[in-house]
């Protein structure tokens, strides 16, 4: 069975940084595209970022280049996004996502609240 668990979500103030996390199995990893999407209340699913399985050439959508940072570890398993310098903009859920050969699949999502 296909899991992936986000977790460090929480409250940042502006310019403030969190790391989140993502803890997959139950698939082969490095088979995958892996990334991130956010979703806040009453808007549009937005992608974040996304890393390329085979050179790990990375992705990120305009509103959040320079200041966040994705990371794929297949040893383990594991995906990361660093935030840093965080504006209200970027209060949402977030979670990670993958797309391959074997179809799509996210996880719960994690919380991310920006205060000014």
């Known amino acids: 069975e296909v899991q992936l668990v986000e977790s460090g979500g929480g409250v940042a103030q502006v310019g403030g940084s969190l790391r989140l996390s993502c803890a997959a199995s139950?698939?082969?990893?490095?088979?995958?595209?892996i990334g991130w999407f956010r979703q806040a209340p009453g808007k549009a699913r937005e992608g974040v970022s996304r890393?390329?399985?085979?050179?790990?050439?990375?992705y990120y959508a305009d509103p959040v280049k320079g200041r966040f940072t994705a990371s794929r570890h297949n040893a383990n398993n594991s995906l990361y996004l660093q935030m840093d310098d965080l504006e209200p903009t970027d209060t949402a859920t977030y979670y990670c996502a993958i797309s391959g050969s074997g179809g799509t699949a996210r996880g719960q999502g994690t919380q991310v609240t920006v205060s000014p």
């Open positions: 890393i390329s399985r085979s050179d790990g050439s990375t």
């Open positions: 139950g698939f082969t990893f490095d088979d995958y595209i």
